[in-house]
């Protein structure tokens, strides 16, 4: 006899493992995903000196690597493998060494095959360095 379908929380945390399992750029940012679930993820990475560009401030390029990730991490949540379709960011403030970037995703739209997500990156006092949305196709692939 099978196991039943995870759903809900037990599903985008399953998800989240699989994903981090494979996913050596996240950890190479040095990620933290402190909470996933259904269309939603927060997590959280620490600026070090070797991400930020030619004046001190966090290199966009980063930021938008872990808004990326975040998205992700929110679009895969409900189990069907979702890749990005369009991304934009706006770059607000910047980031800088030691900063603590908390990046949040949540889900604002979900049909069958499309869905749309806000992403906002704060440092450690709160300062929105970041804006992303994402819209992502929703594939008909099963992630577990």
Not at 21 to 34: I, K, P, T, Y
Not at 96 to 105: C, G, S
Request: net charge neutral.
């Amino acid at each position: 006899m099978s196991q039943p379908a995870a759903t809900g929380n037990s599903r985008a945390e399953a998800v989240k493992e699989l994903m981090l399992q494979h996913d050596a750029f996240s950890r190479w940012l040095g990620l933290e995903v402190e909470a996933v679930g259904p269309g939603y993820c927060r997590l959280h990475f620490r600026v070090r000196p070797d991400m930020v560009n030619g004046f001190g401030a966090l290199h966009g390029g980063v930021m938008f690597s872990a808004a990326d990730s975040a998205f992700a991490f929110a679009c895969n949540s409900h189990g069907r493998q979702s890749v990005g379709l369009t991304v934009t960011i706006n770059y607000l403030e910047a980031g800088k060494v030691d900063d603590i970037i908390t990046v949040e995703a949540r889900e604002e739209s979900l049909k069958h095959k499309i869905g749309v997500y806000q992403v906002r990156a704060t440092n450690q006092d709160g300062a929105v360095l970041a804006l992303f949305k994402g819209t992502a196709y929703r594939t008909s692939n099963e992630v577990l």
